[in-house]
């Protein structure tokens, strides 16, 4: 197929979520809308076949996930949806078919960028020899100074906005191949992992009152530690806490697999100690001076995180 | 290499032309500075090894043609360049050895950005099994309406910023094997083919004057019908104007190999009657009514543009 008419169909496919004057479609760039809030961020991440996603049973979910990755890093900051670009790299096989993988993968992503509101500026589709390779760029709006990694004090209050691990377990499912399944436990692993939610809303909420917010995407066990070295401080972890910060979907993993796991798209946020969290967040823990992490076991007994059983995770 | 160290080499490399704040580097987006001008644009483009470039000589001059075939985007809709994210899917290959493919890769697109002044906002980095896959997401800024394809209008005259088709000679003379060489001609072919010049300036200064303009990424004969569609109007061509619009370096191409070539990255735009072209400008012919885009030779004959022998290039 041309590259025109590749644009064409695309562009009937996200016709629900185009921007007006969509770029690449149009002119040589797209035209932003005015800024509505106090300041405008932009993030960018890449999803790639068969590092991100693998086989082509689940093509229609790496689309939504390309999709909402971003949208949870506009999440982390504090800000709502504007719009995005992308860029395809097609191998010839994704064009093939009546329904190609291309219209599949994109009826994935439109479904996310209808979900949360986010509409399509402007892209680039090109061939490649290689695997499918997604990159988006999105940009957001903050109403208030954007959340950052690096305002979390000693004093604070550590939180995630859900339960944590259930994509891990739901990864697990389909590297066996399981697809779908019956059980309450295992639909709930396989749609966390399959279908992300950004925590939009909760970002949202956040501004003004977190002061340190970051998400969850590569596991807690690697994301926490960036949070502390970005803010300055060290952070003390309740096991007990942990345990219940564990998925029930999850739980059959362990605590160190469950928080290893990724891609759980929670936010992790501090909070001074006189805010009330919101409703669902759970405390993990609390941040301290110094650059230590500590587990602190439902006896007291102290141990560092690293060196306690999940350093071979990180 | 990890992930972090990947990130921490890039980021020395671009400690220069690095915005302040920048993203996927430090929080989980990036904060765009506030808005210079009167409306802000956005544009997205991808550079593919083994389609835009091959072999591992001319990686380098990869990673500026994926500067500077963005920020020419930005210079058809008049903007200066505000800053860029970009994605990196990187082959194991590209990280071996003591300056690495990505190493080179990467001077390459440094010195095009400190060139433009366009600073890195942020980025993601990730491994692929397949080729590289660099996709560059840029930001501008214009003073004014940004410059569109859609206002030329009959009457006004069609030109070109500069002589067109030496890129395509150099993209031959690199197929060929030749990367270097003692002949002016040929020199100054690879130059534009390795390391194309946006017309950054001239955008600029186009803006409210020109009635259309692009950039000529694909070949005139792929891009002003786009222009011509886009505007809703003909266009007569002059074959003798024509063939003053080609570089010296690629008369031996052939008027119809020069002008198909792609990646002239040169302005095409279309000027109300009363104004004065900008200095170096090239008149190429003329707008008219209806939709056909007519060649007319140095005798006055007139045939169609693409059933007239330049069809099997289009």
Request: charged share 20%; net charge positive; hydrophobic share 45%.
């Amino acid at each position: 197929m041309e590259e025109a008419a590749l644009v064409e169909q695309l562009k009937r496919r996200f016709a629900a979520v185009l921007a007006p004057g969509a770029a690449g479609l149009m002119d040589d760039a797209a035209t932003l809308p005015p800024i509505s809030g106090a300041a405008r961020v932009v993030s960018t991440d890449q999803l790639i076949e068969g590092v991100h996603f693998v086989g082509d049973e689940h093509v229609q979910s790496a689309g939504w996930r390309a999709i909402a990755r971003n949208l949870s890093d506009l999440a982390a900051m504090g800000a709502s949806p504007v719009g995005f670009t992308w860029t395809l790299a097609l191998p010839t096989r994704w064009l093939a078919g009546r329904t190609s993988l291309l219209d599949t993968f994109a009826r994935g992503a439109v479904a996310a960028c209808a979900r949360y509101g986010l509409p399509l500026l402007g892209g680039d589709v090109a061939a490649t020899s290689g695997p499918f390779v997604c990159s988006v760029t999105v940009l957001g709006d903050v109403r208030g100074a954007p959340l950052s990694r690096a305002g979390a004090r000693p004093g604070d209050g550590l939180f995630v906005s859900r339960p944590l691990g259930a994509s891990a377990r739901g990864l697990e499912l389909v590297l066996r191949g399981v697809a779908r399944s019956r059980r309450v436990l295992e639909r709930r692993a396989l749609a966390a992992h399959l279908w992300p939610e950004p925590e939009l809303a909760l970002g949202r909420a956040l501004v003004g009152r977190a002061s340190a917010c970051m998400d969850v995407s590569d596991g807690l066990l690697r994301d926490l530690p960036r949070l502390c070295r970005a803010s300055g401080i060290g952070a003390e972890l309740s096991e007990e806490e942990l345990w219940a910060a564990v998925d029930p979907a999850a739980r059959a993993l362990g605590l160190a697999v469950a928080l290893a796991g990724g891609e759980d798209y929670a936010l992790l946020f501090s909070l001074p100690p006189r805010r009330r969290p919101p409703r669902g967040a759970l405390r993990i823990g609390r941040v301290v001076e110094g650059s230590a992490l500590t587990l602190v076991g439902a006896t007291g007994a102290r141990r560092p995180l690293f060196s306690g059983g999940f350093d071979h995770f990180a």
